[in-house]
């Protein structure tokens, strides 16, 4: 018989066979990458979900009661996903170009301005000599850019092949400039050689501060990896938007897991793994219902490198932790701007970055490092339904509504865990900070523009890094699972970076090696190892 999951009721435990060739240790997109490549490769295949869906944090979601409206609750653009993957196992997933990269509100002279990019060369060139009065900086912006998309050229094929090693992959950037640049030398550094503008600084700067706790000048580099990962995103460095919502994405990888013949059970908690560490690996998980266990001659852990040493019954590594405040918004009308020289509908349709001068980061940074919330929040937000309506309701369409996903930084976990106040209240105190940080930019309040749900309350829900932890079990809310790291080979990273100290145990969640993101690149790589290519 088949039970509520599509899964076949065959054994005792509910699964088809008592040994698998592979066990996969949860339900996120990237557990769900290796189960469908595994599952069309021949093998036999079983996925243990913990919660009662898959999808992990790529998962689209109705958080407004009453309200149909699907917004990607946690994780929200698609650029590192490779269109391999896509085509490999024949996803029906889509996803659209942004019109506009990026909008960022300024106040010169006491005018209210903004630089925009996107629209074209002719117009973005026009907004940088509007806003800094020269076309220098718009010319250091095109040469640094298009360096970075020559290194995207190079970097991203390499991140679903075996790791190269450091001097394999310099070899193949080509470039000395650039290796210099991203490789060894504080991002920071660069930035204030380049260019000259406190905002055109700040705007460069954030891509290495997405979810990154860090300063420009951070000597461990953790700044440059993490913007390494955000400019090499299929070779481009676009950040597209997933249409349906990020549960298009993963719904069509179960789909696909499935219909190649994998079993996914939701509602089982992997408690433990033995293994003999050399023909196989024993999983103990627990249900509503009782407790089992299941063999894999392989096991596929889609789950912080935290949690692995737990399940092993291993020291964990050093603690991880996140570094974001997570907000969504959905709004009867998008909020009318000071600056009026450009549409809101053009400004929310990319990435619209708010306190996020270079020196306004650095001042964050330097409040949160000492242990107190940044007074001044810097964030960006971007508005899913601009580019996909299809995420609303016809009716919500039709009356203008539109939706707002706002990603803070320099939020610490540490702030959260040791306020006064509890982590609730430095929630609220910094959501309000955020916003009234927002609102500086705009001609009326955006609480003015709030949705109400079927009980009146705003539609409005924001998420801590300690948030991440309790609901997703991010490390810390850390939502890389640990520091980036850098796209080559090192002394323990085995050839495709997910391996493990058991043979029979592989890491495919976001920790592995050229981990983090919504990207799929860890599940494709466990596979690919289990395959022995």
């Not at 970076?497 to 599940?523: D, K």
Request: proline content about 5%.
């Amino acid at each position: 018989m088949t039970n509520r999951n599509g899964t076949t009721q065959g054994f005792t435990q509910g699964f088809t066979q008592d040994v698998y060739d592979a066990v996969i240790v949860g339900g996120g997109h990237n557990g769900l990458v290796a189960a469908a490549y595994l599952a069309r490769a021949g093998r036999s295949v079983l996925v243990l979900e913990r919660l009662g869906h898959t999808g992990g944090a790529a998962v689209s979601t109705r958080p407004f009661a009453g309200v149909d409206a699907r917004l990607s609750r946690y994780s929200y653009l698609v650029s590192l996903l490779p269109a391999k993957i896509v085509r490999d196992l024949g996803l029906h997933f889509e996803v659209r170009k942004r019109t506009v990269a990026s909008y960022t509100p300024a106040v010169r002279d006491g005018r209210s301005t903004g630089l925009l990019v996107g629209g074209g060369e002719a117009r973005t060139r026009e907004s940088f000599a509007r806003l800094t009065g020269s076309e220098r900086e718009y010319e250091q912006w095109r040469a640094f850019y298009g360096m970075t998309a020559r290194v995207a050229e190079r970097v991203f094929p390499t991140l679903t092949e075996p790791l190269p090693s450091r001097a394999d992959l310099r070899s193949r950037i080509d470039d000395e400039t650039a290796w210099r640049t991203l490789f060894e030398e504080p991002l920071g550094r660069t930035v204030e050689e380049r260019f000259t503008d406190d905002l055109v600084r700040g705007v460069v700067l954030t891509d290495a501060l997405i979810g990154t706790f860090a300063d420009a000048h951070d000597p461990s580099l953790a700044q440059n990896r993490c913007f390494l990962y955000h400019v090499i995103g299929g070779g481009t460095g676009d950040w597209d938007v997933p249409v349906g919502g990020m549960g298009a994405l993963t719904d069509a990888l179960a789909a696909a897991a499935r219909a190649a013949g994998a079993e996914i059970v939701t509602g089982h908690e992997a408690v433990r793994i033995d293994t003999d560490g050399v023909t196989a690996a024993e999983v103990a998980f627990r249900t509503a219902g009782g407790e089992g266990r299941v063999t894999g001659r392989r096991v596929l852990v889609n789950a912080s490198p935290r949690d692995l040493a737990r399940l092993l019954g291993e020291t964990p590594p050093r603690p991880a932790e996140g570094a974001q405040l997570k907000v969504n918004m959905l709004l009867r009308r998008l909020p009318r701007l000071k600056d009026t020289a450009v549409d809101p509908r053009e400004a929310f349709a990319g990435t619209f970055h708010i306190g996020e001068g270079y020196a306004e980061l650095a001042r964050a940074y330097a409040q949160a490092a000492a242990g107190e919330l940044p007074a001044a929040p810097p964030s960006e937000i971007y508005c899913h339904s601009l580019t996909d309506p299809g995420i609303l309701a016809p009716e919500l369409v039709e009356q203008g509504y539109q939706t707002l996903t706002l990603f803070g930084l320099h939020t610490p976990a540490r702030l959260f865990e040791k306020h006064g106040g509890g982590a609730e209240e430095a929630k609220e105190v910094l959501l309000a900070a955020t916003l009234a940080q927002l609102d500086a930019h705009l001609a009326e309040p955006l609480a003015d523009c709030l949705a109400e749900d079927a009980d009146g309350r705003p539609c409005i829900e924001a998420k801590s890094p300690l948030d991440l932890d309790r609901e997703l079990r991010l490390p810390g809310g850390n939502i890389f699972h640990r520091e980036l790291s850098w796209p080559y080979a090192g002394e323990d990273t085995g050839r495709w970076g997910v391996e493990t100290g058991h043979r029979t145990v592989l890491l495919c969640g976001a920790g592995a090696v050229r981990g983090g993101g919504v990207s799929g690149i860890p599940g494709h790589n466990a596979a690919m190892a289990v395959l022995g290519r």
